[in-house]
């Protein structure tokens, strides 16, 4: 399977899209004032101490309190408490954690008044981004993640991913990590380090203690709500966890962004860092690769799938409905068993790849065409959780109900990606009426005077329909030439495919959008 990375990068944000076998499979936006990352570190102060739930709320800094439960507060809670509470106006050396006497595990069946008191600092890392109306969700079970490694302070176990299938494997690398892992500190070693060198991973376990050591350092001497640690930006996070060797490119429009990937990768996998390659062409990224009419397409209530089958997605605030459809096949056979396992082993593996491009969460229904026979049944779950190995986050399915629905929970950790693909008529904007065509030129004209003089630009680019943007630039003189000079202002017109015959924009040189309405 071939795996590319398209990433179109703007001065607002950065969207990410995966493709496999030139199908998108994930896609995801990280806007440039994004906060409160999915394992970024804060000190914390307790708000509210809440019995009947057990949890606490917990001012990080953001507008609403974040959510605390006890469960979340990890068994070695004291332990991580006493040090950070030693650390607050201490000066000097930070405690050197495997010489750090561990307390006594707190209770599994305990109260979160027991152990939290309102105004009491502690040590929290985000498990869940806001979501809708709630805050962020927190956890003291503390972790920081590397390529092939994640470090858990006050822990002592080595785990392996289970992806590892060779037992031989699994066991060498549990007994490499617990010979060189300092006391204190547990690790969860990662699939991707299947068959890796001891110095490799030894030195990644120096970096991963670094961070752990700088987490002190910014806990040091403060008792207010901050920052200490920042998880990496999404698109690196993503290179982190997925890059392998089955990558085959990775596209980027920024040329500053395209940097910081290439010293990355070559940090992380040295022989990947060619993959990295910097787009320049005229048109859009997207639109070159063949990515925004797969967004268009995919979005949006009713999706398409192969031999005229289609679902229809709901969404609750409870939880996520589909529903498969068959279409106009079941006019051409005899056999409806045959054809409903046929449309629902389609919609299984377009309902897989929904649930990882759309990132939904938590409750997910799937109401399949009804099936008769058990081995068919059987067949279409087995063929599910094939379809679903490849999603990264945790998920459990159950098979068929009697009444032919499938039940699938998956780990909600950021709001869902939700793209409207029906919009709102750009020439008349949702009224039904049209301003005059032969009145398009001067009104092109007039509001491209008004940013020029008032915003003091050199130069604008005009996106307009291929006709207007002939017109504009046809004969010896044409019309743009005529605005630079009057205007003195560089005017280039580009002709856009996907507009509407009135529809334009005005862009800097920069891809900025200039708006007409800001220079009245």
């Known amino acids: 399977m071939s795996k590319e990375l398209i990433i179109d990068a703007s001065s607002s944000e950065i969207v990410i899209a995966l493709l496999e076998n030139k199908q998108l499979t994930e896609l995801n936006t990280e806007k440039s004032n994004v906060q409160f990352t999915v394992g970024s570190i804060y000190l914390g102060k307790v708000k509210k101490i809440m019995p009947g739930l057990n949890a606490a709320f917990v001012d990080i800094g953001y507008e609403k309190d974040a959510f605390l439960h006890y469960l979340d507060l990890g068994p070695q809670f004291r332990t991580l408490n006493k040090t950070i509470q030693q650390m ?11 010489k750090v006497k561990p307390e006594t ?15 009491q600092t502690v040590l929290v890392q985000i498990a869940k981004e806001p979501i809708s109306t709630k805050g962020p969700r927190l956890s003291c079970e503390i972790s920081i993640a590397g390529r092939n490694l994640v ?50 991973l030894d030195n990644e376990l120096k970096n991963l203690l670094k961070k752990w050591e700088a987490v002190y350092e910014r806990v040091r001497g403060s008792n207010k709500p901050k920052l ?65 009419k797969q967004i268009k397409s995919l979005f949006g209530k009713t999706v398409s799938c192969k031999k005229g089958a289609y679902l229809i997605i709901e969404h609750t605030e409870a939880l996520h409905v589909i529903d498969v459809n068959s279409g106009n096949r079941f006019k051409n056979t005899n056999n409806q068993e045959e054809t409903a396992l046929e449309v629902n082993l389609i919609a299984a593996q377009e309902v897989a790849r929904q649930l990882r491009l759309r990132d939904m969460g938590g409750i997910i229904v799937v109401d399949f065409i009804d099936l008769h026979t058990e081995q068919n049944k059987q067949l279409l779950f087995e063929k599910m959780k094939e379809a679903m190995s490849s999603d990264r986050a945790k998920h459990n399915l159950l098979p068929l109900s009697k009444f032919g629905l499938m039940q699938i929970t998956r780990q909600r950790v950021r709001p869902e990606m939700n793209i409207k693909t029906i919009e709102k008529c750009p020439s008349c904007h949702g009224t039904g009426e049209v301003s005059s065509t032969i009145l398009i030129i001067d009104e092109i004209e007039n509001k491209l005077r008004a940013i020029i003089e008032s915003q003091k630009i050199r130069k604008v680019i005009l996106k307009t329909h291929p006709y207007i943007a002939a017109y504009l630039k046809k004969g ?41 309405e800001n220079s009245k």
């Open 151 to 200: 470090l858990i302070p006050f822990s002592d176990k080595v785990s392996v991913s289970q992806k590892i299938s060779s037992n031989e494997e699994r066991l060498r690398l549990k007994r490499l990590l617990q010979s060189i892992k300092p006391k204190n500190y547990g690790v969860i070693v990662r699939t991707i380090a299947e068959g890796k060198k001891v110095a490799l």
């Open 105 to 119: 595990d707190i209770d599994k069946e305990g109260k979160i008044s027991d152990v939290l008191t309102t105004g």
């Open 88 to 98: 607050q106006g201490k000066k000097g050396k930070p405690p050197y954690l495997p």
């Open 476 to 516: 010896f003189w044409p019309i743009s030439r005529r605005w630079s000079l009057s205007m003195r202002s560089l005017i280039k017109v580009q002709p856009m495919v996907s507009y509407a015959l009135t529809q334009y924009h005005f862009f800097d040189s920069a891809g900025d959008e200039l708006d007409p």
């Open 228 to 292: 200490v640690f920042e998880e990496l930006d999404r698109t690196s996070a993503i290179l982190r966890d997925m890059l392998n060797v089955s990558f085959n490119n990775i596209y980027v429009n920024d040329e500053v962004l395209f940097r910081d990937m290439k010293e990355y990768i070559n940090s992380i996998a040295p022989e990947k860092e060619k993959i990295v390659k910097l787009y320049s062409g005229k048109t859009p990224i997207f639109d070159h690769f063949g990515v925004e």
